[in-house]
């Protein structure tokens, strides 16, 4: 019984120290937002060279506690609803400029249907096919991805897509996804990663 106990205790510390190394790069942390501990965890094989960028479809927030609330509302869903171990997106980007711990740079994600155990997805909280993202947003992004790259969480060849190129949806959404085809790791032609 004290040897259950003790793998129990390594457990709970061991992950507690691997949310911290997943809410770095200047990151609003699980533990910050009052998020819910997953319910199991799988690990992705580092570094990633995958990027999916989508949106939530939900309302647009512009404050720290309106993003968090949010946040919070979409984890729940996730976890109650659709049965997932824990909020889908790796990342979650809000109209506050602030980036948000999803499954975060070391856990498989659950945000596009066969792609999770081989990339990152980011999610930026709204309707972007009528909100319009903000330059803080992009930036908050930018800047999480010049992050991963230097704490070795993606590959320094990185590619971006959008989620509508992998699967059928409008995410994320038009207005957003005219801005990131501009960034020079976008990835126009996806039938490479498409067959991988």
């Not at 889908?88 to 498989?108: A, Q």
Request: hydrophobic share 40%.
């Amino acid at each position: 019984m004290a040897r259950l106990h003790s793998a129990v205790v390594l457990a709970l510390a061991l992950s507690s120290l691997l949310t911290e190394i997943a809410a770095d790069c200047d990151v609003v942390s699980k533990k910050q937002w009052d998020g819910l501990i997953p319910v199991h965890v799988s690990y992705l094989a580092r570094p990633v060279s995958l990027v999916i960028v989508q949106h939530t479809v939900t309302p647009f927030c512009r404050t720290d506690a309106g993003c968090e609330e949010l946040v919070r509302n979409i984890q729940t869903n996730h976890m109650e609803a659709l049965q997932y171990w824990d909020i889908g997106p790796s990342f979650l980007v809000g109209g506050n400029g602030k980036v948000y711990e999803g499954s975060g740079w070391l856990h498989v994600g659950a945000h596009t249907y066969g792609y999770n155990s081989r990339s990152i997805g980011v999610a930026f909280i709204g309707n972007f096919n009528t909100d319009e993202p903000s330059g803080a947003m992009l930036e908050a992004l930018r800047s999480l991805l010049r992050c991963g790259v230097e704490r070795g969480h993606l590959a320094g060849d990185y590619r971006v897509v959008a989620h509508r190129q992998l699967i059928a949806s409008e995410s994320p959404g038009r207005k957003l996804y005219n801005q990131i085809r501009r960034w020079p790791e976008w990835l126009e032609n996806v039938d490479s990663i498409k067959n991988a």
